[in-house]
Nanobody, 124 residues
Framework: QVQVVESGGGLVQAGGSLRLSCSAS????????MGWYRQAPGNQRELVAE???????SYGDSVKGRFSISRDNARNAVFLQMNSLKAEDTAVYYC??????????????????WGQGTQVTVSS
C-alpha cells in the first residue's frame, strides 16, 4: 500500500507564491508519474501539473507559465511551485502517484494513490 502526503498549502494574497510538497511512501518498485490536481467547490477535479518518469511535464492551460512542477526521484517526492497566484487558483490541491509497488516479497501490483489534499486560498 502506497501512502501519499501533501504539505505546503495556505492563505496567500493574489500575486503571491506558494510551494506545495508531496511524498509517496511504501514498498515502491517504481513510480511512473506524479502530479497535482485541484478541485474548487462546485467544480470537477482538474489536472494542474504532472511529471512522468523521464521528466516530461504537462500543465493545465490555466496555470501554464505560472506554475512549475519538479520531482526528487530519490525521495519519491514532487513539488509544485506556484507563482503569480490568482483568486481562481483557490482550491483543494491533491497529489497523485501512479506506479508499481510490492504486494508481497516477490509479487508486484500497480498503484494509483491520492493524498488527502491541502487547501490553497488566494485572497484578491
Amino acid at each position: 500500500q502506497v501512502q501519499v502526503v501533501e504539505s505546503g498549502g495556505g492563505l496567500v494574497q493574489a500575486g503571491g507564491s506558494l510551494r506545495l510538497s508531496c511524498s509517496a511512501s511504501g514498498i515502491i518498485f517504481s513510480i511512473n508519474a506524479m502530479g497535482w490536481y485541484r478541485q474548487a467547490p462546485g467544480n470537477q477535479r482538474e489536472l494542474v501539473a504532472e511529471i512522468i518518469s523521464g521528466g516530461s511535464t504537462s500543465y493545465g492551460d490555466s496555470v501554464k507559465g505560472r506554475f512549475s512542477i519538479s520531482r526528487d526521484n530519490a525521495r519519491n517526492a514532487v513539488f509544485l511551485q506556484m507563482n503569480s497566484l490568482k483568486a481562481e487558483d483557490t482550491a483543494v490541491y491533491y497529489c497523485n502517484a501512479r506506479g508499481v509497488a510490492y504486494d508481497t516479497v516477490t509479487a508486484r501490483r500497480p498503484f494509483d494513490s491520492w493524498g488527502q489534499g491541502t487547501q490553497v486560498t488566494v485572497s484578491s
